[in-house]
């Protein structure tokens, strides 16, 4: 035997034997794996997690994953920061070497080929050796620290579970490890002055001259953390029912205040989930990171609203019932996923129920004079769910709970799907009644902890249980994209009785509770289901003075806006117009309109605006949204601003996802003393991969009508011919957004009275793998007819600063000749950073733009083209520079070097040959957030 380990049998028995070298970050194990084939089949082959050498490459599942969501920090982190698996050799137990080889999409799978075929229910045994380099924790939080300490989740290598199929796959960072329950020895070996932590058992330990030697145990486990830390960073409180170790966050908390809140949570876990099956259990302040309470962790600690003692024991029972689960529900969390999220997520709102019922979204902030007036300060804090899941419906986001979790957008991964089961747990168990749901997981629970499971075991214990007809929530809730949304229309009153119809807006089977009411009391609450396309009752009057479709809000409805009819006649169904400053959460009882004070600058010539935003828009998206935005420039001493309006048809199931209608007016300065007013009616169609919404790769296609009309009052120096025009304008971008392989063209077509113009822009990025960025960019662009003013370019191609005669771009000073905004440069048409002598194309034009890293975000550019002009033969032009890559198409600058011009670094007035690319735009920024998680 290699070394100690517990003599008890089960299924499956790993044997770690880890020394660990804290210095170098890295471990050397000699392991054994008993493996039981509890299967019909005979196998030849099994295969084995290795998921610390997911790390070990740049272009391994999760590095994959990492630069899906935008994230550098792997690509551009140093060799010896990723952590790799050096496996040695894999034997059986006669020691006779057994071949093996690492899967290609796999790398970190490890399919061994048995030297006897197992039968059914026989053992294997199988020994390994391989030394672990861990990765640097700031990739997923798991691995070496800065400070030479070890947390670890998922570092040795385990079986994958076979149940008639393999089921294996890579990290991705989802911490959804599949493996079947083992009982596990672990010696670890570890400097004297570093601690351990674990939820095994200490069997027995031993000291050397420098080193420490820990054995644990534990039986029919499937979770591997480990923490090796150099200052004692964990606490454990032992309560009736097991013990909690735990390092999350507690200044300012009194230990018997630690331990009243662990024993309540304890208490209230055992309870409504049965008893924990084993004797430890870790809350380690990563897990909690990783799946926060978003509503507890968005506001710095001297703004949260709500009270210390309150948000520890919040935060300890949301990890602790994940980690409840993940450790006694043997689900496969790739896969089938939904039901342990629904469990954690469903009684975390009744603990807060039963513990804190007035407790509100904004904490103590709700009772802020200025804010209570808000309906925000209104919401209870379970209400964030449904807001949050809704965040993601509104916008056509949202996924299918069975959809394969690494399938998932990050939102819906993270918050919105384990939310939508939560929300979706509570609103079947409302429907069934009698607490039968509760009883129900419970029963399952009992029955299936520590055993392999699906959760369609829990689907048959609940139909079993009840005799109503819950398919609906497997098939149109939990597998489906579908939405609820149902309305009442069509009251015919008499003395003694209400007859109305329910109208299902979508196509589902789900069911919907009506209320009576009679003033603000709740007369009756009845289950209307079978609701296909509308459903006419009658039911007795009994005073009711209002009928109320989901009254409660426990149904995660689209809309909530037409649930609703009084009794007392038509004038009482109109909605009152409710004003509020600022955005504010939905009240669906009330038309919205908001108002927001504004401070802009947008340009030189308007100054600094101020003015005021009235608009509809919540913090949910409506299909229908408007904006008026009046503002006064100082600059230009006058009253500007623009109007919009704009309705989403959203399209569910199809590639072609969302079609935007719009109206826009607006009314700004493009000069001194010189005024642009520009009405746009646009159509847009928006595709996307209906099948993968994680796709980087999107496309639209946009027709636009725009009317122009410019007016100068004072300003000699500019002349303004043709000040009244309109453009009709196609353009289909095509965009492929990844961190590694970037690209992007656009076909533009426009149609004037004067000309028409037709173009081609495509670009190319390429980050590779010794980080270094390659850019790519060609534009061609031709008139199909030219009969604008020859003395004038204001409508031609321009090489290296377009005038921008549909005012699409943001510039701050579009009409300088000189000056610092004169050298705002957006990248359009020629792409060219040089001001050559030939700016400007009237006839057709054709360039090609390029840079390359030199160092870190200090880059080579260089660019060329062809300028034709009418009667005049096409002109070459060039120019190269550096440019500083400061944040990617957000701020960069560039120093032109030499061009077509000569050496320009000679030229006294080199300072203003510099050119800026920047925005300021929040919306532009705010993008910056969004792709990591939409």
């Known amino acids: 035997m290699l070394f100690y380990s517990a003599l008890i049998f089960g299924q499956n028995k790993i044997n770690i ?133 070890l ?4 570092w040795y290598i385990t079986p994958a579970v076979y149940d008639g199929e393999w089921h294996y796959y890579s990290n991705k960072n989802l911490d959804d490890l599949y493996v079947p329950k083992a009982d596990i020895s672990l010696k670890a070996e570890f400097p004297k002055n570093y601690g351990i932590y674990s939820e095994l058992a200490i069997q027995d330990f031993s000291q050397q001259d420098s080193t420490q030697t820990f054995y644990f145990y534990g039986k029919d486990r499937v979770d591997s953390k480990l923490y090796l830390n150099r200052f004692p960073k964990f606490n454990f409180v032992q309560t009736d029912n097991f013990t909690v170790i735990t390092n999350l966050e507690n200044e300012g908390i009194l230990p018997t205040d630690r331990a009243l809140i662990t024993d309540r949570i304890t208490q209230f876990i055992t309870k409504n989930l049965g008893e924990y099956p084993h004797d430890y259990l870790l809350v380690t302040d990563i897990e909690y990171r990783k799946d926060p309470l978003y509503g507890l962790n968005q506001l710095p600690k001297f703004l949260n609203p709500f009270p210390r003692n309150l948000q520890y024991e919040l935060k300890l029972l949301k990890t602790t019932l994940n980690n409840y689960l993940n450790n006694t529900l043997l689900l496969n969390p790739r896969e089938d996923y939904w039901l342990r999220d629904a469990i954690q997520i469903y009684f975390l709102m009744k603990y807060v129920e039963e513990n804190y019922p007035d407790l509100k979204l904004l904490g103590t ?17 379970n209400e964030q769910y449904n807001l949050y899941f809704m965040q993601m419906a509104r916008s056509n986001r949202d996924q299918p709970l069975t959809l394969s979790k690494d399938q998932l957008l990050k939102f819906n991964a993270n918050i919105a799907g384990k939310y939508k089961a939560g929300i979706g747990l509570k609103y079947l168990n409302d ?45 149109d ?57 509308s459903k006419t009752l009658t039911i007795p009057r009994n005073d009711a003075t209002k009928l109320v479709l989901n009254y409660d809000n426990i149904i995660p409805e689209y809309n909530l806006r037409d649930n609703w009819k009084s009794l007392k006649g038509w004038f009482f169904n109109n909605k009152p117009l ?79 996802f969302r079609i935007n209608y719009g109206l826009s007016a607006s009314y700004s300065a493009f000069a001194k003393e010189a005024f642009v007013t520009k009405l746009s009616p646009s159509v847009s169609f928006h595709f996307r991969d ?57 076909y533009d077509f426009q149609i004037a009275k004067k000309f028409g113009k037709i173009a081609v822009n495509y670009e190319w990025r390429k980050l590779t793998e010794r980080n270094r960025q390659f850019n790519f960019r060609f534009f061609a662009g031709a008139f199909l007819y030219n009969k604008t003013d020859a003395n004038s370019d204001y409508f031609s191609f321009a090489l290296d600063r377009p005038t921008d005669y ?62 034709k002009n009418k009667s005049v033969k096409p002109k070459f032009v060039y120019d190269s520079g550096i440019k500083l890559d400061l944040v990617t198409d957000y701020f960069e600058l560039y120093f032109p070097i030499y061009s077509s011009l000569g050496w320009e670094v000679d030229e006294p007035n080199y300072s203003q040959r510099i050119r800026i690319k920047f925005t300021v735009d929040p919306e532009v920024l705010l993008g910056l957030f969004r792709r990591k998680w939409y």
């Open 806 to 867: 549909m005012f699409d771009y943001n510039y701050l000073g579009r009409s300088e000749a000189s000056g610092i905004f004169s050298q705002q440069i957006i990248i359009a048409e020629g792409g060219f950073k040089s001001k050559l002598e030939t700016p400007f194309a009237n006839q057709w034009m054709t360039t090609a733009n390029m840079s390359t890293t030199i160092w870190r975000f200090i880059e080579a550019y260089g660019d060329v083209g062809l300028v």
């Open 365 to 381: 902030l709700a009772n802020i004079w200025g804010l209570r007036s808000f309906h925000a300060a209104d919401v209870d804090f």
């Open 477 to 533: 809730y939990i597998d489906s994209r579908k939405k609820i949304d149902f309305r009442i229309k069509d009251i015919v009153k008499t003395k003694d009785s209400v007859t109305f119809t329910i109208k299902n807006k979508r196509d589902n089977d789900m069911p919907v509770s009506l209320f009576t009411l009679k003033n603000d009391s709740v007369l009756s609450k009845t289950w209307i289901e079978d609701i296909h396309g």
């Open 578 to 656: 409710q004003f509020r400053l600022f955005k504010d959460i939905e009240d669906p009882n009330y038309n919205q309109v908001f108002f927001m004070p504004l401070v802009e600058y947008n340009n030189i010539y308007d100054g600094f605006t101020l003015g005021a935003k009235m608009y509809n828009k919540t913090l949910l998206m409506k299909n229908f949204r408007y904006q008026f935005t009046p503002k006064y420039a100082f600059n230009s001493k006058t009253i500007t601003g623009g109007a919009q309006g704009v309705y989403t048809q959203h399209i569910e199931n199809r590639n072609l």
């Open 431 to 475: 429907f069934v009644n009698s607490d039968i749901v509760e009883n129900t997981i419970y029963e399952y629970l009992d029955t299936y902890g520590l055993k392999s499971t699906t959760s369609t075991d829990f689907e048959n214990l609940l139909k079993k249980n009840t005799d109503k007809n819950v398919s609906w929530f497997f098939t």
């Open 151 to 154: 947390n670890l989740k998922y």
């Open 17 to 149: 034997d880890a020394q660990f070298n804290m210095h170098k970050k890295s471990a050397k194990v000699a392991q054994t794996l008993r493996y039981q084939n509890i299967t019909e089949d005979t196998l030849t082959t099994i295969y084995l997690n290795d998921w610390s050498n997911s790390y070990a490459t740049k272009h391994t599942p999760l590095a994959k994953r990492f630069a899906e969501e935008y994230s550098t920090k792997f690509h551009f982190a140093k060799n010896e920061m990723r952590g790799f698996t050096n496996l040695t050799a894999i034997k059986d137990s006669t020691g006779q070497e057994l071949q093996y080889t690492r899967l290609k999409p796999h790398p970190d799978v490890i399919e061994v080929k048995l030297s006897k075929p197992l039968l059914p229910n026989d053992y294997y045994h199988i020994e390994l050796f391989y030394n672990l380099q861990f990765p640097d924790d700031t990739f997923t939080d798991y691995g070496a620290t800065s400070d030479n300490e």
């Open 690 to 746: 209906d099948n993968y919404f994680r796709s980087n790769k999107s496309s639209y296609l946009n027709f636009r009508y725009l009317d122009i009309s410019r007016t100068v009052k004072n300003n000699p120096l500019l002349e303004v011919k043709d000040p009244d025009y309109s453009v009709f304008n196609i353009r289909y971008v095509n965009a492929h957004t990844a961190l590694i392989d970037f690209s992007r063209f656009y």
